[in-house]
């Protein structure tokens, strides 16, 4: 146990964890810029 490369183990962890992210889709943050959205419809309205 004491002679085991963790930050290779971290590595692979991570690595393993984002594969099985992306591949099944799991829960992602999705984001949208307000003022941007406000701005268009404001445009869109107006002509």
Not at 1 to 15: A, H, P, R, T
Not at 29 to 46: A, G, P, R
């Amino acid at each position: 146990m004491k002679n085991l490369d963790w930050s290779l183990i971290l590595f692979v962890g991570v690595s393993l964890t984002t594969e099985y992210w992306n591949y099944w889709g799991l829960p992602r943050v999705y984001y949208w810029n307000l003022k941007k959205e406000v701005l268009e419809d404001l445009e869109t309205k107006s002509s």
